[in-house]
């Protein structure tokens, strides 16, 4: 392939530009906010998932002192009941007295086991309570945190796309390279990430390896216009007065 000497030292141009697409690339994949964004969103979503179980939870007990409250009414009701009946004089009967007694006894111990039982489940449902404000705020203020780090996350992106707009406008007006010669160019940017290279003092700047005497003998005696590549990498050699030949 040929292409004039001119003509090759502008892939240099647009290797350069190239290379800095790369690295904004790069820089949009590992953005440090990016991993901070997902381990934020763990967490929100650990703590949300926390908090409903947490509500359950109080929901549950709520239903449970509702309840129990509830036994203990029908209990004292009960109680209070045979209480009347006993101070209004109706029962005579020792016998009937006696159980009338015993009820009213046996009622009073259930309803004292019957407020313990509420007594434990408001203590269980403070807690419960408890943790799901706990488990709410610190929900939110890790919502806040991510938050803050989404707005730097999108800052960085709008200035990165800022300066790759600006770089392919460069790179948009780099002009007069053959198709050809571009065609090759591309391919083996996609094959290695970087198209060309300089011969800089007889060595590739695209590999780093220093050529042979017989590899810059054979580039000293191509013609100009003729295109060379780099024996050990394949990237096209952009020749200057530079290269040490």
């Given at each position: 392939m040929k292409a004039a000497p001119e003509a090759q030292k502008r892939l240099?141009?647009?290797?350069?530009?190239?290379?800095?697409?790369?690295?904004?690339?790069?820089?949009?994949?590992?953005l440090p906010e990016l991993a901070e964004i997902e381990e934020l969103s763990k967490k929100v979503a650990q703590l949300a998932t926390q908090a409903i179980g947490a509500e359950t939870e109080a929901g549950d007990l709520a239903r449970d002192q509702t309840k129990a409250e509830s036994d203990v009414?029908?209990?004292?009701?009960?109680?209070?009941?045979?209480?009347?009946?006993?101070?209004?004089?109706?029962?005579?009967?020792?016998?009937?007295?006696?159980?009338?007694?015993?009820?009213?006894?046996?009622?009073?111990?259930?309803?004292?086991?019957?407020?313990?039982?509420?007594?434990?489940i408001m203590e269980r449902r403070e807690a419960a309570d408890s943790q799901v404000a706990t488990l709410k705020s610190e929900r939110d203020k890790v919502s806040g945190t991510l938050a803050v780090a989404e707005d730097r996350?999108?800052?960085?992106?709008?200035?990165?796309?800022?300066?790759?707009?600006?770089?392919?406008?460069?790179?948009?007006?780099?002009?007069?390279?053959?198709?050809?010669?571009?065609?090759?160019?591309?391919?083996?940017?996609?094959?290695?990430?970087?198209?060309?290279?300089?011969?800089?003092?007889?060595r590739c700047l695209g590999c780093r390896t220093t050529l042979s005497i017989a590899d810059l003998n054979r580039i000293r005696a191509a013609a100009p216009d003729e295109v060379v590549r780099c024996e050990e990498c394949r990237r096209i050699l952009v020749r200057t007065a530079e290269s040490g030949l």
């Amino acid at each position: 392939m040929k292409a004039a000497p001119e003509a090759q030292k502008r892939l240099l141009d647009l290797a350069e530009l190239d290379a800095g697409l790369d690295r904004l690339r790069h820089r949009r994949r590992t953005l440090p906010e990016l991993a901070e964004i997902e381990e934020l969103s763990k967490k929100v979503a650990q703590l949300a998932t926390q908090a409903i179980g947490a509500e359950t939870e109080a929901g549950d007990l709520a239903r449970d002192q509702t309840k129990a409250e509830s036994d203990v009414d029908a209990v004292r009701t009960r109680a209070e009941r045979d209480q009347n009946r006993l101070d209004s004089g109706q029962v005579s009967s020792p016998k009937d007295l006696a159980s009338l007694q015993s009820e009213i006894a046996s009622l009073r111990r259930r309803q004292g086991d019957l407020e313990e039982v509420v007594l434990e489940i408001m203590e269980r449902r403070e807690a419960a309570d408890s943790q799901v404000a706990t488990l709410k705020s610190e929900r939110d203020k890790v919502s806040g945190t991510l938050a803050v780090a989404e707005d730097r996350r999108d800052a960085a992106l709008a200035e990165i796309d800022k300066d790759a707009a600006e770089l392919q406008g460069k790179r948009a007006s780099i002009t007069g390279i053959p198709a050809d010669l571009l065609a090759l160019y591309e391919k083996l940017r996609e094959q290695s990430g970087v198209g060309a290279a300089m011969l800089h003092g007889g060595r590739c700047l695209g590999c780093r390896t220093t050529l042979s005497i017989a590899d810059l003998n054979r580039i000293r005696a191509a013609a100009p216009d003729e295109v060379v590549r780099c024996e050990e990498c394949r990237r096209i050699l952009v020749r200057t007065a530079e290269s040490g030949l």
